[in-house]
């Protein structure tokens, strides 16, 4: 909440977790931007291009991990970022780039991954700034 601007990242799935947490976070947050919203990967990039130390990065990604993502977050944290990742497991390969690692374990009998842990997740961050 004390960032300048805090930047939500998530390719695929993870792009409408990304969108919901982005639009709680709205009301709490000087500026927001959900990186992946709108175009590829060259977009968020460009949307990252102004990323200051003073920034926030929030990166979700959840089995099969993308790399696109993961190559972001790097980017992030080597600009100084405060870097936050939502992820299953310490195994990530999103853990080793955080700060802070939220985990919301993505196991499900029949899909490869559930969304359901994330959304809790995300619900208990947004309440928490509320």
């Known amino acids: ?22 639009l709680g976070l709205q009301p709490f947050c000087r500026q927001l931007v959900n990186v992946v919203e709108y175009g590829g990967t060259e977009v968020a990039a460009g949307r990252l291009m102004n990323l200051e130390r003073a920034d926030a990065l929030i990166a979700i990604s959840f089995p099969r991990y993308a790399a696109d993502a993961i190559h972001l977050t790097r980017y992030a944290r080597d600009r100084g970022a405060h870097i936050t990742a939502l992820t299953d497991s310490i195994a990530s390969p999103l853990a080793p780039l955080a700060d802070e690692l939220l985990i919301a374990q993505s196991a499900h009998p029949v899909l490869s991954s559930s969304n359901v842990a994330a959304l809790l997740v995300i619900e208990a961050l947004v309440t928490a700034l509320m």
């Open 1 to 22: 909440a004390e960032a300048p601007c805090v930047y939500v990242l998530g390719f695929g799935l993870s792009a409408h977790l990304a969108a919901l947490l982005t």
